[in-house]
Every structure is written in C-alpha cells, then in structure tokens.
C-alpha cells in the first residue's frame, strides 16, 4: 500500500526487497527482526499481560536463524547506497548469527551500540538481561552521513557536567521502553524516543528509510513524522491489518515542531592553528574567569564563545600553555591584601 508516497508491504522482507527496491536505493535502514527466541511465547517468561497485544507474531525457530540472518542481511547490504547505513537490534541469544552475516558482506562496522532499557527479566539464579545490541554498520563507497549537531551543539554543557553532545553520543545508551497499558500494542515495539535519535544522527529530511520488520509501525511512525520518505515489510498479515489504518493519516514532518534546537555556538575559528598572542590572551581570560569565582567548565564554555573555537580546541591550548596545572589566582575582598606578598 501506498500512502503520501510512502510505502507499506505485507510480504516478507526478502522478497519484497527484490520486488520493491532497487540495489542501491535506500540511505538508511532501521530495523529490529525476530530475536529467534520463542517470541510467540514470551509472556510464559516474561509474566506479561498480553490481552491488549496483537496476535500473529511470526518467529524464526533457533534452527533455522543462520540461513534467514544471512539471507535477508544480504538483501538489505544491495538496497543501501552507498554511504548508506544500517541499524540491526538484537538480543544476544543469536547475536552471532546476525554478526556472521554481516560479514560476508561489503558493509563496515562503525559502532556497536549497547541499549540498555527499564524492567529486565528478573531472574535468582543469574544477573538480570536488560539490554538489547545496536549494531551500526555502513555500506562503503560514499561519505556516510552523520549529523554532528542534530540534537545538541558541540560546546553545549550537559545537565550535570561535561558535553552535552559527546554524552549524547556515546555507545551506552539508557533509554526505556514504552508501556501503553490497556492499548493495543505490537509483541516488541523500538520506542520513540530510540528511533528518533537514530533517524537524526544518520538521515536528512527526503531521505528513504527503511524497515524490513515493521512489527508495530513504529519506525515508519517516527520516520515519516520527521519528515523522512518510508518504505517497510511486515509478514504477519494481523499485525500489518491492525496498523494499516494509521499510517494512512501520518502528516509528513509532524514531529519536527517537538524536537529540541541544539544551540549551535560560533566556531568560525575551527581548525585554524592558535597564535602566540592567542593562547597568551585565552590564558589570561581563563586566569580571569576563575579569579572570578567561576568553574572550569563554565570558564571554558565562555571562551569557546569569545575566542569562536570548539571546547577541545580551547582545552587542548589551555592544557599546553600549561594554565590548566596553576592553581587559580584568589578573588581579593574589600581592602584583603594578596597572600604572596613578602
């Protein structure tokens, strides 16, 4: 089914990825397929409520995870462009298989992302499971995209302390999963919250994604709604028919007004070599700063500002300089008198 250019398929993915999409087609695949694991029958572990989930889940048995990993892996390695990038979650039961399979494609491993999430299997005779893997690979052959700053700006301070964007982007993410008690829902639904912050670092607006295991919708929900061009597979014809009324209504960008602005600071500077004189003016103001009774982070934050340099740069000046090992100089009071007078 089409639907505002979008495109919606109950076929298998393998299939459908022959049919549907042309090699080299797609800059960016989001996908979560089965874990291979008895999913059909998860709520006899897991002690969940599953009147409100939508029957149908298809599972792939353990016997069968190799060949099916390898073969829609590989489907998925010709439809990516190049430069194209792909995100596969995973449990760790048939990690192996999903990690073999890459590998015997072009594709290159840029992260391997650790997602760890709220209310694990509680367990008495083993630590608890509450984390599932992101592997992020690339197809080689073009600049992949990355978008730096799409969520907070390089010399954005975090809620507590250090950068706000190099916390953002390491690979240990704690996200939780969504709960929507007494709503329908899908048996294993990626939440909002983790699909966003993927589609922003790795897509542009226009750009086609991609989901070979829809499940719930949710990748094509949060891909359209960001104003990203969709195209997914779903196996199970009740859980496609239960969600195909939705997505007939999703309004392109959406979500766009909701998202947060990073604060994108001048850098104007960036790369350029410090001068002498620079670094002799950025020691001072620093010296200053502190004299002033302020941290060294907000000191440093500030100087990224007036000097127009990103806060490495100014730490990595300000570390051979050497200002960073003097002790602070102490803010006088009143008519005190400096304590190294001799």
Not at 129 to 147: D, E, Q, V
Not at 149 to 175: F, K, L, M, P
Not at 242 to 263: C, F, I, M, N, Y
């Given at each position: 089914?089409?639907?505002?250019g979008?495109?919606y ?6 299939s ?11 800059d ?5 397929p089965?874990y291979?694991?008895n ?11 599953e009147?409100f ?11 069968e ?13 010709r439809?990516l462009?190049?430069g194209?990038?792909?995100f596969?979650?995973?449990g ?5 298989h ?21 209310f694990?299997?509680?367990?008495r005779?083993k630590?608890v499971?509450?984390h599932?893997?992101i ?18 700006g ?6 507590i302390?250090g950068s706000a964007?190099?916390?953002d ?5 704690i ?9 329908e ?8 919250a983790l ?5 922003q670092?790795c ?7 991609a989901?070979?295991?829809?499940g ?5 929900r ?12 779903e196996?199970s ?8 009324e ?11 007004p ?9 850098i104007r ?15 001072q ?9 302020n941290?060294?982070?907000e000191?440093?934050?500030k100087l990224?500002?007036?000097?127009e340099?990103?806060?490495w ?7 051979k300089?050497?200002?960073l ?8 009071k009143?008519?005190e008198l ?5």
């Amino acid at each position: 089914m089409d639907a505002n250019g979008n495109a919606y398929y109950n076929v298998d993915c393998i299939s459908g990825a022959q049919e549907f999409l042309e090699e080299g087609s797609v800059d960016l695949i989001i996908t979560d397929p089965p874990y291979g694991i008895n999913g059909d029958q998860l709520h006899k572990h897991y002690n969940r409520n599953e009147s409100f989930v939508i029957d149908g889940y298809v599972e792939i048995p353990k016997q069968e995870y190799g060949a099916f990993s390898h073969a829609w892996i590989k489907e998925a390695a010709r439809v990516l462009k190049p430069g194209g990038q792909i995100f596969i979650v995973s449990g760790y039961t048939n990690l192996y298989h999903v990690l073999d399979a890459l590998r015997t494609t072009d594709l290159q491993e840029i992260n391997h992302i650790i997602w760890k999430y709220n209310f694990g299997v509680f367990t008495r005779t083993k630590f608890v499971s509450s984390h599932y893997h992101i592997l992020f690979y690339g197809k080689p052959g073009a600049k992949r995209m990355f978008n730096l700053e799409c969520r907070y700006g390089t010399g954005e301070s975090a809620a507590i302390a250090g950068s706000a964007n190099y916390q953002d982007r390491e690979d240990v993410w704690i996200i939780n999963r969504e709960y929507k008690p007494g709503k329908e829902k899908n048996k294993n639904e990626l939440p909002s919250a983790l699909l966003t912050k993927l589609i922003q670092y790795c897509s542009n607006e226009g750009d086609l994604v991609a989901d070979f295991f829809m499940g719930g919708f949710s990748t094509a929900r949060v891909a359209v709604g960001l104003n990203r061009r969709f195209i997914g597979f779903e196996l199970s014809e009740r859980t496609f028919s239960s969600r195909l009324e939705t997505v007939k209504h999703l309004v392109p960008g959406a979500l766009l007004p909701d998202q947060r602005q990073p604060l994108l600071l001048p850098i104007r500077n960036q790369g350029l070599p410090w001068s002498a004189e620079e670094t002799a003016q950025l020691s001072q103001r620093y010296e200053e700063m502190m004299a002033a009774g302020n941290g060294k982070r907000e000191s440093i934050d500030k100087l990224c500002v007036e000097f127009e340099r990103g806060y490495w740069s100014v730490l990595k000046a300000l570390k051979k300089s050497g200002t960073l090992e003097r002790p602070p100089a102490r803010k006088a009071k009143g008519n005190e008198l400096p304590l190294n007078i001799s």
